[in-house]
Nanobody
Framework: QVQLAESGGGLVQAGGSLRLSCAAS????????MGWFRQVPGKEREFVAANSWSGSSTYYADSVKGRFTLSRDNIKNTVYLQMNSLKPEDTAVYYCAADLKVYGLYSSAEEYDYWGQGTQVTVSS
């Protein structure tokens, strides 16, 4: 089992920045790729970014490319999502997820094995 806990959400004005963190606990000796997703009420969970266990490969949704940066610190078992130039349409609950397959980076939520509880990000116009 891997437990994931997000933090860092909040309210920010458009154009501002936030950094989300996702701390892993439990079977942290296992290798796993990490992803970030977001969801607004009434819509499906949307892929944001994914990162390989080594950190050597990262994949972003077109909607956040150039604004968001995903990084990880495997010593601290933590991944980060730096979000810059935030827009009102970035408002959502953000979730981190772990994929134990460690081959390929996936944008489908179904590919991920463990999920955090989510953290709210609200961007005001």
């Amino acid at each position: 089992q891997v437990q994931l806990a997000e933090s860092g959400g909040g309210l920010v004005q458009a154009g501002g920045s936030l950094r989300l963190s996702c701390a892993a606990s439990g079977r942290t000796s296992d290798r796993y790729n990490m992803g970030w997703f977001r969801q607004v009420p009434g819509k499906e969970r949307e892929f944001v970014a994914a990162n390989s266990w080594s950190g050597s490969s990262t994949y972003y949704a077109d909607s956040v490319k150039g604004r968001f940066t995903l990084s990880r610190d495997n010593i601290k078992n933590t991944v980060y999502l730096q979000m810059n130039s935030l827009k009102p349409e970035d408002t959502a609950v953000y979730y981190c997820a772990a994929d134990l397959k460690v081959y390929g980076l996936y944008s489908s939520a179904e590919e991920y094995d463990y999920w955090g509880q989510g953290t709210q990000v609200t961007v005001s116009s």
